[in-house]
């Protein structure tokens, strides 16, 4: 292969082209030739580093992206494959990685994943073993060899972002999910789809000023109608088209080909903005039919490169009330230096509940605690006997179930989500910090109720330390301690806080 993406991404003063691709239900036939077909033409062109793959977008079954993956690195085109937590524990995952070494398929976009959708009579169970950042630990040290000694793979791993977030605990969550993801050595990152270029603008300030600098590549979808009102809709987690937009889309495709002909524009416009900006690349999807969209917008982007600040008021497509963490420069309409005030807090009750909570582990369940060393050796003599065992187990559901609705996963976690219990409030059980599907606060699933996250968030903000919520990475959940106490665990040194 001559031109790698790692290459491309790492070395490379070019700005660097990829293209999603989302295979069909089929395993022959024309979905999967006009797909081919798309990244052959894509790799005569020359002018994209790798194409991606998508894995089961929207949770619904499709042909394997490392199938598919493999057919196009054969035919020299570098691919970057999508790797969902969603349908396979960590033994699934773990053995597809090696697949994937296998089939000579480095590049790897890790992420949690939309919830299950429907398959073969009726809806998937949804697994999310692990979540993207522990899947990005896993792949790590599968390429220092730490994982399977005897195996070292060299995979290019990176990760998406989700900055077009409404509220303030969902837009801080993302990036402090970021921050987490970096520390993990993502080697890149993708944004989600929005038209705010102010949000765009944002990422980069953030990344700068946390210092969490990754090569980041803009995602830029050609909108036709269908699309933009599926994303006004939220109906595809993450992405954002807001109501004036979608009325403009819908309005330029009254003629049909004015409609093409403007999006292939907006596309390219966006695209030399990002550029402009400081993006590493830009992620182009929306294109499912050939490859001359893509080519056309290339074309573009070459023409209106150097007019790029022109182009800015035409991309400022703010949700009502949004957040921002950078005030709004007036002159350019993006961020300025000043930060914008923060402020959202939980109830006064929560805040007391919260701090009770805090009171409780800080006394009782951290191996530096006063007494910590009694405590072990109580829990010793209770784990002795069947009995003892039982009751210490009884005495720990009944006010945990009460107060967290604790599922009693024997591993306990709810210290890292603001004493709220990833296990029955997040339906992808996620212990390092929110997926990108939530909307407007709301679960991406549960959409009756709010993020498990958003409110960890709030609770912490109470207290003035919202900074600090998502913390260190927390290893995935200890399966073998399903159904047992966590007290026991904790103390006994065998669940995930124990000392390596
Ligand atoms: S609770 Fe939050 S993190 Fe969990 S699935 Fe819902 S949106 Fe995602």
Partial sequence: MDRTFRKDILDSNDFVITMELVPGEQSRGRPVDTVMAIASDALEDGRVSAVTITDNPGGHPALSPDVLGEEIVRSGMDVIVHFACRDENRVGLESRALQLGLLGIQNILALTGDFSGEGFAGQGAPVFDLDSVSLLTMLRMMDEGTLTPKDKEEFFTGCAISPFKRTEPECMGQYQKLQKKVLAQASFAITQVGYDVRKFHELLCVQRDWDMEVPTLGSVYVLAPGAARVMYQGKIPGAVVTEKLLGIVENEWEDKKKGHADAIERSAQLAVILKGLGYRGA?????????ETLS??????????????????????????SFYLYRRDPDTGICSELLNPRGKRCSNWEKIMFQFFRGIHYAFFRHTAP???????????????????SLIRILETIPKKLMFSCQQCGDCAIQHVGFLCPESQCPK???????GGSRDGMCEVHTERQCVWFRAYARWASINQADKMIGE??????WELNQTSSWLNFHLKKDHQRPE
């Avoid at 990475?473 to 200890?478: K, Q």
Wanted: glycine share 8%; net charge positive.
């Fill in 371 to 389: 007494f910590a060393s009694q405590y072990r050796m109580i829990c010793v003599w209770l784990d002795k006997g069947r009995f003892r065992n």
């Fill in 473 to 478: 990475f927390v290893p995935p959940r200890m």
């Fill in 429 to 435: 059980y996620t212990r390092n910090g929110p997926c």
């Fill in 296 to 321: 056309r917008i290339l074309d573009r982007m070459e023409e209106i490169e150097e007019r790029w600040q022109e182009f800015l008021p035409g991309f400022d497509f703010p949700q009502e009330n």
């Fill in 283 to 291: 992620h182009f999807g929306g294109i499912h039919k050939g490859f």
